[in-house]
């Protein structure tokens, strides 16, 4: 498509229950990032995939946190065992990563999560 | 480590009256800059950028941003504000230790008044 895609839009899901986050990215992009944003948070950074390199998972909060980029395309952001203070929108971006680090990065509309 | 400090968590303006959205950041080289604005329930969109070019920078909807090393600031300014304007506003810088990763400012959200 001609941006980044994200799905399912709004999940509601029970405290406990695994869920899983769907992002694809614009076609050719080589970098995808996850962030989150929280009421009163902001937009916190969770996962950065670039190309072939190891994953910066650095911002994930917790080991419930994980994500996969598979084939270089498709990212999938899961959360186990889910609680309340997950519930946030989890926003997907995509950009072409060239050289340096002043390229336009584009944002999803966002999964919103909601944990009950 | 680079940062971003917005100013403001809540700035109200009349409409046709300027618009300013205050950034401060914090790098110990040149950062690269971005504004990005937040309609209800949509995603986020790139109002500009600052990429060591002209440190005055034009971007979409009238908005522009001036880079000053010197204060180490990135204000937002409209000289003119619509009411479709009203939305949240993020700031954001990369480069340097966070190679192209976006660190972001807590935001401000313009409300415009008629």
């Known amino acids: 498509g001609a941006g980044v895609s994200q799905s399912p839009s709004n999940k509601v899901t029970e405290k406990g229950k695994d869920v899983e986050l769907r992002c694809d990215p614009i076609s050719g992009h080589t970098a995808l990032y996850w962030y989150r944003q929280s009421l009163g948070q902001g937009l916190e950074f969770l996962i950065y995939?670039?190309?072939?390199?190891?994953?910066?998972k650095s911002g994930l909060p917790s080991d419930r946190f994980s994500a996969e980029r598979t084939g270089g395309s498709v990212s999938t952001l899961t959360i186990q065992r889910t609680q309340q203070e997950d519930s946030a929108v989890y926003l997907c971006?995509?950009?072409?990563?060239?050289?340096?680090?002043?390229?336009?990065?584009?944002f999803g509309e966002g999964s919103w999560l909601t944990v009950v | 480590a680079q940062s971003v400090t917005q100013l403001g968590s809540h700035v109200s303006v009349s409409e046709g009256a300027l618009v300013l959205l205050r950034c401060n950041y914090s790098?110990?080289?040149?950062?690269?800059l971005f504004w990005y604005v937040q309609y209800p329930n949509q995603g986020l969109q790139l109002l500009l950028k600052?990429?060591?070019?002209?440190?005055l920078v034009k971007g979409i909807n009238g908005f522009e941003a001036e880079f000053k090393k010197s204060e180490t600031s990135f204000h937002l300014t409209k000289p003119s504000a619509h009411m479709s304007d009203a939305a949240e506003y993020f700031c954001a810088v990369s480069g340097a230790g966070g190679g192209n990763k976006l660190t972001f400012g807590t935001g401000t959200q313009l409300k415009v008044e008629l």
């Open positions: 790098s110990s080289v040149p950062p690269y």
């Open positions: 971006a995509s950009t072409s990563f060239i050289s340096g680090a002043g390229n336009t990065i584009y």
């Open positions: 995939f670039q190309g072939n390199s190891a994953p910066d």
């Open positions: 600052y990429t060591s070019a002209a440190t």
